[in-house]
Structure formats: structure tokens, C-alpha cells
């Protein structure tokens, strides 16, 4: 692992978390102090988070257990404050090269939460084949860096809402991020344009169009099966009828169709022995109208020709043993074209976001908060962002105290999340108090007497008719 750039170079890094802090409570406007020490019993508790209304036994939450879910329910979050405060910490990009970020989505599974509203099906990946259940998807926005570490900088997380598509939810996120990039002076006209890093399931040419004139890269993982095409020859004189738009054709699962590269690159790698990256420049995919995105397009107006560089990876070997693999397969497009083996090596950070969403649900209790409404899951969302970007602000300040059966690490590297969560307990106490105490009261009048409950009515979940898990 490699020691990790200071988030702000020249300022004190117990300072900057302070502030960060106390911007964190300037954010929670609704049942503040008992949202910001929720988020510090989160980080505080050793154990795994297995519910909301457990962290109310941590001696960093004040208030009594019924105030866990009073707040969750009833409090606020200022979404857009939080999240320029967690841009304003992004690490700055190396000389010469551009800000990466990623975007994936992550379920939260409910299939037994019967009252759960706005609850959409979810994919959810298991030893056996994947199964669509009841939940909530959740877009996160990350941004990602260089080194062998598991660290990533969350900055946002939507809740897929019933009739959206995770691609619009993204696209939304996209433009938000360039705002708050140059809004907090983290990006600025003559830098490389940022990039966005998305996996297979995203459609790298409806996004480039939404987003066209804009100051943004977007490298997109291609499935093997994908056909592109090159621009058409050039028109004979005296031809009659419609120009021809599309050209040969372009096959990932076929090499006869695939002409010499524009671009070949070899280099050594330690991971993955020899790697070879091909790159043809200027191919696009022929767009149909009987896709969801382009079914509103003007009939009168043809579709739009979207051109970027189709990469091709290969490996000699892969880093836990075994043979190759298939190759990997990306698309590249931005402003012009970039360097190939920057590319390559951007992707493979990505993965670092599945470890991000791996350490915040069994150790930050991201899906552990079995609430109703799904607001209030966003708020328990957002807590376990400022949450993550407190330990990634305190991973240079507190001691290692890992168990006694876990191996030291290397001298010089970053601590896990893991490790620094175990030691923020004592970080804690040297930062200064940012709640105020709870005010003795008296208790309530309580139930008024004969009083029923009322019934619940179930919600029912929502299938958009082209989902697989929709009934005929």
C-alpha cells in the first residue's frame, strides 16, 4: 500500500477534520446534535452496526433510544450542503492528469418490509444466480486515486426512485459534480476534464449526448458481445438516395471484423505479467429507436452519431493465479482522445468502490437501519457517508490498535478502515464537543387511555413493465 496525499497539503490534518466536523452540524438543520452523535456512535462502536436504535447504548450518543428514531424519521439533512462540504476534501488530481471518479449502484434488499414505501425491485448478487427482490437501489458517487489501498471519497448517494432508471439518476449526479467542482474551486478551466468511470451496465452514448459541451470524460466497460461501427466511406459523386451513416462493422466477440489498431501499447505489469491495450479511435454504435432512452426522440430527426475509442485489454495472467480471462473491453469518450494505458489503469481503481460498499454495510451498518420510509433511510445514508469521509480524514492520526491475532502492517502505509475505525474512539476525545447536552424533561402524558392503533395499509412494490421480475 502507498501513503495517500493529505486531503488539504499545508494545514493540520486534526484541524481539518474538526471542520469538517462542524460543517457536518451546520448540514444536520432538523434534530441536529442527535443525528451527529448517531454518526459518532457509528464510528465509535466496536462491533459491526446492527441497528440504529443499538448505538443509542455508546456512551457518544447522549439522548435517550426513542430520540434514534425520532431523529431519523423527523430530522434533516441539508443533501446539497453535506455534499459540497465532502467535495471541498477531494484529494487533488497528479500534474497532468484528470480528477477520476466512479458511479455504481448498490441495493438495499426489503423483501419482508410489507409497509415500506417507494420500494422498486433490486438485484441482489449471491453464491447462486442473482434474484430480483423488494428494496431500494442507491446510486453512490465516488471519487477514486492511485495506490494499492482499499480508500475511496464518497461524495453522494440517490435513492433510485420508482419510474427512474439508474442512468438518469447518474446523469443527474454527472452535472451536479461538475457544478461543485468548480463552485469549491476543485476544478477550473485548463484542467483535464474529469472521469467518470461506470461499469457495463450504464449506456456510455446516451450519456455523452446529455452530456455534450460539457467538461467530462466517461470511460464505460463494454460486455464482449458489443458491435460498433466506423464512420461510412465517403460518398461517390452522382449517388442517389439516403447518405449511408453507418460503416463496417466493428465485433468484440469477432476478431475477423476488427482491423489493425489505431493504437497498440505493450507494458510489464507485476499484477498481470505482459498487458497489451489496443485502441481503435472514432467507432460508434448504431442507436434504435426501441430503446427506453430514445423513444421520445423526434421522428423527424435521426439519431445522434456518438463517436469514442473502443479499448481492448489483455492480460497475460491475473493477480490470484489461474489462466486469462476474457479480455476487457472499454469505451472511451471525452473531449479527445486520451492516453490508453491511463485508461487502463484508472479502470482497474474502480474496484476499489466495491470495497467501499463492502466495509460500509458490515462494518457502518449501511442496510442495517430496517426503517418505513425511505426518507429516513436516506438520512441514515447520508450519516454513513460523513461517517467514512471522518475516517478517511483521520487515517494519518490515530494509533493502530489492531487485535493481537492481526498482522502488523508495512512501516509508511495507510491504515484499513477498518483499523482506523478501532482507534477514532480516542481520536474522539481530543476534538473539541460540537453537541450540546440534552435538556432534562419530564416524562410524556403517555397513551391516552382507549386509544387504538391504527392499522398499517401495505405498500404495494413497484415493476416497471420491462423488468424481468414484472409477471406477464
Not at 449526479?173 to 484542467?191: P, S, V
Not at 495472467?317 to 471525452?334: F, S, V
Not at 487515517?395 to 489492531?402: H, P, Q, S, T
Request: glycine share 6%; net charge positive.
Amino acid at each position: 500500500m502507498h501513503t495517500l496525499p493529505s486531503p488539504t497539503p499545508g494545514v493540520d490534518a486534526l484541524r481539518e477534520l474538526a471542520a469538517f466536523r462542524s460543517q457536518l452540524r451546520s448540514c444536520l438543520y432538523r434534530r441536529g446534535d442527535a443525528l451527529f452523535e448517531l454518526a459518532d456512535a457509528m464510528l465509535c462502536t466496536a462491533h459491526p452496526v446492527q441497528s440504529p436504535v443499538e448505538l443509542s447504548l455508546e456512551p457518544e450518543f447522549l439522548r435517550r433510544h426513542s430520540s434514534v428514531y425520532d431523529a431519523l424519521h423527523h430530522g434533516g439533512v441539508s443533501t446539497d450542503g453535506l455534499r459540497q462540504a465532502l467535495v471541498q476534501r477531494l484529494s487533488p488530481a497528479r500534474a497532468g492528469e484528470p480528477l477520476m471518479f466512479a458511479i455504481d449502484t448498490t441495493p438495499l434488499a426489503r423483501p419482508d418490509a410489507r409497509f415500506a414505501d417507494q420500494r422498486t425491485m433490486v438485484m441482489v448478487r449471491s453464491k447462486g444466480p442473482d434474484m430480483f427482490l423488494p428494496g431500494w437501489d442507491y446510486s453512490v458517487l465516488v471519487g477514486i486515486g492511485w495506490g494499492a489501498t482499499s480508500w475511496v471519497q464518497p461524495l453522494e448517494a440517490r435513492r433510485v426512485r420508482p419510474t427512474e432508471q439508474a442512468g438518469e439518476v447518474a446523469l443527474r449526479q454527472i452535472r451536479t459534480l461538475l457544478t461543485d467542482l468548480q463552485t469549491t474551486g476543485r476544478w477550473q478551466l485548463g484542467d483535464p476534464p474529469p472521469l467518470i468511470l461506470l461499469d457495463a451496465g450504464y449506456r456510455g452514448a446516451e450519456l455523452a449526448t446529455e452530456l455534450d459541451c460539457l467538461p467530462v470524460q466517461l470511460l464505460v466497460r463494454l460486455r464482449s458481445n458489443r458491435r460498433f461501427h466506423f464512420d461510412p466511406p465517403p460518398r461517390l459523386p452522382g449517388t442517389n438516395g439516403r447518405p449511408q451513416r453507418h460503416g463496417a462493422e466493428f465485433s468484440c466477440a469477432r476478431p475477423d471484423t476488427r482491423p489493425a489498431p489505431d493504437n497498440e501499447t505493450h507494458l510489464d505489469s507485476d499484477r498481470y505479467g505482459k498487458v497489451t491495450i489496443r485502441a481503435w479511435h472514432n467507432l460508434h454504435q448504431q442507436l434504435t429507436r426501441r430503446s427506453s432512452w430514445w423513444s421520445d426522440w423526434p421522428e423527424d430527426t435521426p439519431l445522434p452519431i456518438v463517436r469514442g475509442t473502443v479499448l481492448q485489454v489483455h492480460v497475460e495472467r491475473l493477480p490470484h493465479g489461474g489462466g486469462t480471462e476474457k479480455d476487457l473491453w472499454l469505451w472511451h469518450l471525452g473531449p479527445q482522445p486520451a492516453d490508453p494505458v491511463l485508461l487502463w489503469m484508472a479502470y482497474m481503481r474502480r474496484f476499489d468502490q466495491e470495497h467501499f460498499h463492502r466495509f460500509v454495510k458490515g462494518h457502518l451498518g449501511l442496510g442495517a437501519a430496517r426503517l418505513d420510509a425511505a426518507e429516513a433511510v436516506d438520512r441514515w445514508i447520508a450519516l454513513v457517508l460523513a461517517a467514512y469521509t471522518q475516517l478517511h480524514l483521520a487515517r494519518d492520526l490515530v494509533d493502530d490498535l489492531r487485535r493481537p491475532w492481526q498482522a502488523r502492517p508495512p512501516l509508511g502505509t495507510t491504515l484499513s478502515p477498518y483499523r482506523v475505525r478501532l482507534g477514532f474512539r480516542r481520536l474522539r476525545a481530543k476534538l473539541p464537543a460540537i453537541t450540546k447536552p440534552p435538556k432534562p424533561r419530564p416524562a410524556g402524558p403517555g397513551r391516552p387511555k382507549g386509544s387504538r392503533n391504527r392499522p398499517k395499509h401495505p405498500r404495494p412494490t413497484y415493476r416497471p413493465p420491462t423488468s424481468p421480475c414484472h409477471p406477464e
